[in-house]
């Protein structure tokens, strides 16, 4: 099943709302990065990480929202940091739960752009991909004999013909 979600990339410190297509059967989000881009990018998305956001008069509009990594291609689980105090000591932890998008801190990542996991979700797996990689390495007739009929190809092509007659020539 396929469903519409909004997804804000986490490039740095920098964050692009797009909208993003996530298939529950293969846990992947497909995103546009910009108006009548061609080209696609896949995230890897965790059911867990996808949050409700509300919009709208009242709270009546709901829209799925996930932050993604464009670094680790992977959704980003939100956490926050709870402040306990106890016996008059403060005490910090970090929880990760389901908390409304606004509460969210530290978010981004400085690692570079991991170009394999990259090629792996946007290119080999599509099948268009390997479809057309396919295709690649079959000729049509028309094609090999074009090929054949072009240079040394006539000439094998006669030697063929005239040792079928019983002549052989070098």
């Not at 240079?151 to 013909?161: F, K």
Request: hydrophobic share 40%.
């Amino acid at each position: 099943m396929k469903l519409k979600i909004k997804a804000k990339i986490v490039d740095r410190h920098k964050i692009f709302p797009v909208n993003a297509v996530y298939d529950t059967d293969k846990g992947l989000a497909e995103v546009r990065r910009g108006f009548r881009k061609l080209v696609s990018e896949r995230f890897e998305v965790n059911p867990d990480d996808i949050y409700e956001e509300f919009n709208g008069f009242r709270n009546q509009r709901k829209k799925y929202t996930v932050f993604v990594d464009n670094a680790s291609r992977k959704s980003i689980p939100m956490q926050r940091v709870k402040t306990i105090l106890e016996d008059g000591k403060k005490k910090e932890e970090v929880v990760t739960e389901n908390i409304e998008v606004k509460e969210c801190i530290k978010i981004h990542n400085d690692n570079p752009i991991d170009q394999k996991k990259r090629n792996a979700l946007n290119y080999l797996t599509q099948e268009s991909f390997w479809k057309s990689l396919i295709e690649k390495r079959k000729l049509p007739l028309s094609t090999t004999i074009f090929l054949l009929l072009a240079g040394i190809g006539i000439w094998q092509l006669i030697r063929l013909i005239f040792s079928l007659w019983g002549a052989n020539l070098p």
